[in-house]
């Protein structure tokens, strides 16, 4: 199977775990720092893989690694400290849309990665496809406090630092000590939350409500984007960053299929709503993204 293949399953597999994660967070509260200490502290259950590739690093790969896994835990932060805004509507096309510019510029400029002609075109075609797919019009001059705007910006970065310090990694070591490295710096990131009382006292309280009916439904949904970003890591080791990053539209029309779906069979279930226009620009970015796709998986 192609990276692409790969990558096509893995925003899939992602698609099905926030719609899950969706639903039950209408109803159950989680603290942004509460999430990405879960996520951080699942990440430490890479140890089991010890006896099957690891390695260790030099002292400056090492420091890498860690502080590439960190990064994710830390972007996680921002990005739901983002959506906790009520301008939802305008942060989520901005951090979709900067992630991928952001890692093409990381990319070119750290790694030393250079696009050919059709990447650069599908690259770009997938990014407009993003954002059309985003972008909810009458919400489009609604942000009006630079502080979300500035937090969304920065959990962007941090991804985007993060997929190309993987990738790094990744050129270095093999996949399975690559991914064990990363992962505990994530894991580690998480553990540093605990020094933080305020942060204690969340997390706490995130993992008492993971351990209810709810949230250990919550908690089965993070299997799939668990199993979607191991996929995408090893995807990383068979092509660009960039490109990988911004097949992240895919997931979105995926979305926007389940979410019709779900809005036509039961208007209330996710309280979706969609008027013709959003509708419309939707679909075209669905239309758009797909000729991304068609671009890079020739490459």
Same mark, same amino acid.
């Given at each position: 199977m192609s990276w692409v293949?790969?990558?096509?399953i893995a925003h899939t597999l992602n698609a099905l775990s926030f719609l899950v994660s969706k639903f039950l967070l209408e109803h159950v509260r989680i603290k942004p720092?509460?999430? +990405? +200490?879960?996520?951080?502290?699942? %990440?430490?259950?890479? =140890?089991?893989?010890?006896?099957?590739?690891?390695?260790?690093?030099?002292?400056?790969?090492t420091v890498i690694a860690l502080v590439t896994g960190a990064a994710f835990t830390w972007a996680l932060l921002y990005f739901f400290r983002a959506l906790d805004s009520d301008e939802v509507s305008t942060i989520v096309p901005v951090i979709g849309g900067a992630i991928p510019i952001i890692t093409f510029v990381l990319a070119w400029f750290l790694l030393g990665e250079r696009l050919?002609?059709?990447?650069? $075109?599908?690259?770009?075609l997938l990014v407009l496809g993003t954002i059309f797919m985003l972008w909810v019009p009458q919400q489009a001059k609604k942000v009006k406090r630079k502080k979300e705007m500035m937090i969304a910006? @920065?959990? +962007?970065?941090?991804f985007a630092a993060s997929f190309v310090g993987t990738k790094y990694i990744f050129e270095q070591? =093999?996949?399975?000590?690559?991914?064990t490295w990363t992962r505990w710096g994530s894991g580690i990131a998480a553990l540093? @939350?605990?020094?933080?009382?305020?942060?204690?006292?969340?997390?706490? %309280? +995130?993992?008492?409500?993971?351990?209810?009916? =709810?949230?250990l439904v919550f908690g089965g949904s993070q299997l799939f984007g668990g199993v979607a970003f191991v996929l995408i890591s090893y995807a990383i080791t068979l092509a660009s960053p960039t490109l990988i990053n911004a097949l992240q539209g895919v997931q979105y029309g995926i979305l926007l299929v389940l979410a019709l779906?779900?809005?036509?069979?039961?208007?209330?279930?996710?309280? $979706?709503?969609? =008027?013709?226009? $959003?509708?419309?620009?939707?679909?075209?970015?669905?239309?758009?993204? %797909?000729a991304g796709v068609l671009l890079v998986a020739t490459l």
């Open positions: 293949g790969i990558v096509i720092i509460g999430y +990405a +200490a879960i996520v951080g502290f699942a %990440s430490l259950l890479v =140890t089991v893989l010890v006896p099957f590739g690891y390695a260790p690093l030099s002292a400056g790969d050919p002609q059709r990447g650069i $075109e599908g690259f770009i910006l @920065f959990a +962007a970065f941090l070591t =093999t996949f399975v000590n690559g991914f540093l @939350f605990l020094l933080n009382p305020k942060f204690r006292k969340e997390i706490v %309280s +995130a993992f008492k409500l993971l351990w209810s009916k =709810t949230g779906l779900a809005w036509v069979i039961r208007p209330n279930l996710l309280k $979706e709503q969609f =008027t013709r226009k $959003e509708i419309v620009l939707k679909i075209f970015g669905v239309i758009i993204i %797909s």
